[in-house]
């Protein structure tokens, strides 16, 4: 089949393979999700028809090196490898890894998710972290997709609180240098010994911890374990004409005194680094 339910059908095992970091399930289920996806992608750009038999055509070789099918293994292996490395399953990594370069050769789709997440490693190092008090949420697949349910479902219901931001309950954030560890542990070697971490600096805009709500939303209890929720910090309409109104010449000037003050009469947490 080439539909959208054959497509539905065929990425939920390659979820749960991710999830549960099951190698055999992700080596089994990644082609035929390569297959669907670059068939679908194809035909929305009028470049396939729907077979006679409804069946889903196999990869040519050269849309196995399309950009495509490409993007989408990418994405695919590197968070199969992403999960594999919180949960410090090297094997896993290890054996998707061969099973792909044994069917399709060392570019397989994905290739370069995989050689990224291991490429500073393989080299011997050092593995590059801007700063060693960076902070980061993580959540799997399944919280991702259990979120966005609980959200649309409390949302629609007829009987709400006023939210509409709703943050699933992550615990604590990890610290991306104790990630960089963890990856260098599973590839066998020993951070500061065999592979070294080096710090490269802040970018522009970027912050040291993630914030999660805004500092004028407060915080709402739903009812729902391992969620949380918040009211929306909603300026009067007059206040955003007035904002619009002196912000668009301060933009057309390139008037940034300008703009940074009206940003921050409108959004209070403008410009509050993480440093």
């Not at 992700?26 to 396939?48: D, H, K, Y």
């Not at 989408?72 to 992403?82: E, H, T, Y």
């Not at 594999?84 to 069917?103: Q, R």
């Not at 209890?221 to 007059?238: C, L, T, V, W, Y």
Request: aromatic share 6%; with cysteine.
């Amino acid at each position: 089949m080439t539909d959208m339910m054959e497509l539905k059908k065929r990425k939920e095992p390659l979820n749960l393979s991710i999830v549960h970091v099951d190698p055999d399930a992700f080596i089994a289920n990644i082609m035929g999700w390569l297959e669907i996806t670059a068939f679908i992608s194809a035909q929305r750009a009028g470049e396939a028809t729907v077979p006679a038999d409804g069946i889903t055509p196999k990869l040519t070789p050269q849309q196995l090196a399309g950009g495509t099918v490409r993007g989408i293994g990418d994405a695919a292996i590197f968070a199969f490898c992403m999960t594999a490395a919180l949960k410090g399953d090297k094997p896993a990594v290890e054996k998707v890894e061969a099973a792909m370069i044994e069917g399709m050769g060392k570019e397989f789709p994905g290739s370069y998710g995989l050689w990224h997440f291991k490429a500073q490693i393989d080299a011997g190092g050092p593995v590059t972290v801007t700063h060693p008090d960076m902070v980061r949420y993580f959540m799997t697949i399944r919280e991702a997709c259990d979120l966005v349910l609980t959200a649309v479902t409390h949302a629609l219901a007829p009987v709400r609180l006023d939210v509409s931001v709703y943050v699933l309950n992550m615990g604590q954030p990890v610290k991306i240098v104790e990630l960089a560890e963890r990856m260098i542990r599973l590839s066998g070697l020993e951070p500061g010994h065999d592979i070294d971490i080096v710090f490269t600096g802040m970018r522009p805009g970027e912050r040291l911890n993630e914030i999660l709500f805004a500092t004028e939303e407060p915080a709402v209890e739903i009812g729902i374990a391992g969620i949380m929720a918040a009211k929306p910090n909603e300026p009067p309409m007059q206040s955003l004409h007035k904002w619009i109104a002196a912000l668009t010449p301060a933009v057309e000037h390139d008037d940034r005194a300008t703009i940074r003050a009206i940003l921050k009469d409108a959004i209070p947490e403008f410009g509050l680094g993480g440093g």
